[in-house]
């Protein structure tokens, strides 16, 4: 059942997740997603749904030859966990540019010991891409790393932890915490067309991992079962297009 997604809860790096709050048209409406496109596209004729046949096979037209303002007619509503590092290549996405979003405030909720991201390797600078990594460190330096990134982690929560119980306001003793490692919790409310555009990019091999699995866990458990056809035209016409 489809109703049953909304409220669902994926877990995602070592302390995120990302839940389905709300989708549009809501399950209880008994229209699904797809038709809604498909009814969108066909309003120019004053006309709606003509069977499953013939309306997978607009839908798919619709996709493949680019007429897509009937994708803003489906919105996903989602509430994220996710790392700083996470959260700013998700909210500065220029194909998010319809997007509403309302993230937690450090000013108003002070932070947790456990609200760092840590994570499984160190990968390697890639040699041919400035911007990506390749490859994981030896066992024994990433060893080493990571015990560092502990201790880092456990200071600044230290030193954050002093300053608030010095009176020092919650917006600037968070000056001591370490950027963009720090967990953030936010909603995000975003229409099917735009949620594919970032899709196609941010689910990428190329994306970094840390966007990437966020991507994945949203197109995976939200977006195919939500929008099946629309997803089956999306791999066929555009995900399919660029592996290729």
């Not at 489809?2 to 995120?16: F, S, T």
């Not at 996405?93 to 937690?104: E, M, P, V």
């Not at 409310?189 to 699995?213: C, F, G, H, P, T």
Request: proline share 5%.
């Amino acid at each position: 059942m489809l109703a049953e997604l909304i409220g669902q809860r994926v877990d995602v790096l070592d302390k995120g997740w990302v839940e389905l709050v709300d989708f549009m048209p809501h399950p209880a409406s008994g229209i699904s997603g797809d038709l809604a496109i498909v009814n969108a596209a066909r309003v120019s004729f004053m006309g709606e749904s003509k069977g499953p046949e013939a309306d997978k096979k607009l839908l798919f037209y619709l996709l493949r030859n680019a007429h897509t303002s009937p994708f803003e007619m489906c919105e996903f509503k989602f509430r994220v966990r996710a790392p700083l590092v996470t959260y700013w290549q998700w909210v500065r996405h220029r194909t998010f540019h319809y997007q509403s979003a309302n993230a937690q405030s450090g000013r108003y909720t002070p932070f947790e010991e456990t609200d760092f991201y840590v994570p499984s390797v160190w990968r390697r600078q890639s040699k041919s891409n400035k911007q990506a990594s390749e490859g994981e460190l030896d066992p024994e330096v990433n060893a080493d790393l990571m015990d560092k990134l502990q201790a880092y982690y456990e200071q600044g929560y230290h030193l954050y932890e002093e300053a608030l119980g010095a009176g020092v306001s919650k917006e600037m003793a968070r000056l001591f915490l370490p950027g963009f490692s720090v967990y953030y919790t936010w909603v995000i409310k975003v229409d099917a067309l735009n949620l594919m555009n970032w899709v196609r990019l941010r689910m990428a091999s190329d994306a970094q991992y840390e966007i990437r699995v966020y991507a994945e866990a949203i197109y995976q458990h939200f977006f195919k079962p939500m929008l099946p056809w629309t997803a089956e035209a999306f791999e066929q016409y555009v995900l399919n297009k660029d592996m290729a």
